[in-house]
């Protein structure tokens, strides 16, 4: 079995801020796979959805770990020009 690694010293960070809205709608969720598969880049759904891009990467994170979109070409910037 491997070593865990051990705890490390001082302060934590806090990676999710407070000034974030971190809920999606069903409906935000699915214009989202959309576009991922249309090609659009991460940074243009943000601006499509009027979100910040921060919560569009981890709303694509958790879309990615539940396999509800797929690895495309060109990753997150994807191959459409806009």
Wanted: glycine content about 8%; overall charge positive.
């Amino acid at each position: 079995m491997g070593s865990v690694a051990p705890r490390l010293q001082g302060e934590k960070v806090t990676i999710l801020d407070k000034g974030y809205d971190w809920d999606w709608y069903p409906a935000e969720m699915q214009q989202f796979r959309e576009m991922w598969k249309a090609g659009i880049s991460l940074p243009d759904i943000a601006v499509r959805l009027k979100r910040p891009q921060k919560e569009v990467a981890l709303l694509w994170l958790n879309e990615s770990f539940e396999r509800r979109i797929r690895e495309r070409e060109g990753g997150l910037l994807g191959c459409q020009n806009v």
